[in-house]
């Protein structure tokens, strides 16, 4: 009986266990936003500098997923989005020799120096890549430090109303590290005609509705285009 006992014991904690584990290595993920402007006439080339940049970076311990993004409008401007298991992993990643290279070889052609913001992740989900030429919209959103905590419960809102919205493919929510005032939504949508729609909805309008009293600076909201 006592062995019957025991062994349901195991049972019963085991799962919580390995549960708790991965959430607990999901708490220490590090997520980075590194917006890069290259000159118009370097435009192509950035493009292939950064396609190299990410192939190398996804065989890096402890990167979870990096992603490219180049702006619609403004086709020299570009975005890489990556996911780090922790601080320790994107560290190294950052004095790897391909990085290092990577760096070295953009100062010739920016327009912009290299603007990297660290987060943690307010509002995530599944580390899955998109692709098929999904719609990437990245917003920074900016409030005085006195209104951070007013703003991260509509941040939080927002996120659980929009994932319900047609075509939504994810929206994450991740908040800078060196200012927690400061944060950086990231949207992914099937298409054009779904984040337009989204844009329309009552839920966004509302919460831009509330933000814009609040607001440090202005909504700036970019659309892109995952590089191949």
Same mark, same amino acid.
């Given at each position: ?27 220490? =993920?590090?997520?980075? !936003?590194? #917006?890069? $402007?290259?000159?118009? /006439?370097?435009?192509?080339? *950035? &493009? ?59 100062? =010739?052609?920016?327009? !912009?120096? #290299?603007? $990297?913001?660290?987060? /943690?992740?307010?509002?995530? *989900? &599944? ?102």
């Amino acid at each position: 009986m006592h062995q019957y006992l025991r062994l349901l014991l195991a049972v019963a904690v085991a799962p919580m266990g390995s549960q708790a584990q991965a959430q607990g290595a999901g708490e220490t =993920a590090v997520y980075v !936003a590194t #917006y890069i $402007e290259v000159t118009p /006439t370097a435009t192509s080339q *950035g &493009a292939a500098l950064l396609k190299q940049y990410r192939d190398a970076t996804r065989k890096d311990v402890g990167n979870q997923r990096v992603e490219i993004v180049q702006e619609i409008n403004r086709s020299n401007r570009f975005a890489i989005l990556t996911i780090w298991t922790d601080q320790k992993a994107f560290e190294t990643h950052g004095k790897a020799a391909h990085t290092v290279e990577f760096r070295d070889k953009l100062k =010739a052609i920016h327009t !912009a120096p #290299y603007d $990297e913001r660290v987060h /943690t992740g307010m509002v995530v *989900g &599944a580390n899955d890549a998109a692709r098929g030429g999904a719609l990437f919209v990245l917003t920074h959103v900016d409030v005085p430090p006195p209104l951070k905590d007013t703003t991260v419960p509509m941040l939080k809102q927002l996120s659980e109303d929009s994932r319900n919205d047609s075509g939504n493919l994810r929206f994450e929510v991740q908040q800078q590290g060196s200012r927690p005032n400061h944060f950086t939504v990231v949207e992914v949508w099937g298409d054009q005609k779904a984040y337009e729609a989204h844009v329309t909805a009552a839920h966004t309008r509302q919460f831009r509705e509330k933000l814009g009293p609040m607001s440090g600076a202005l909504y700036d909201e970019r659309l892109y285009r995952a590089l191949d």
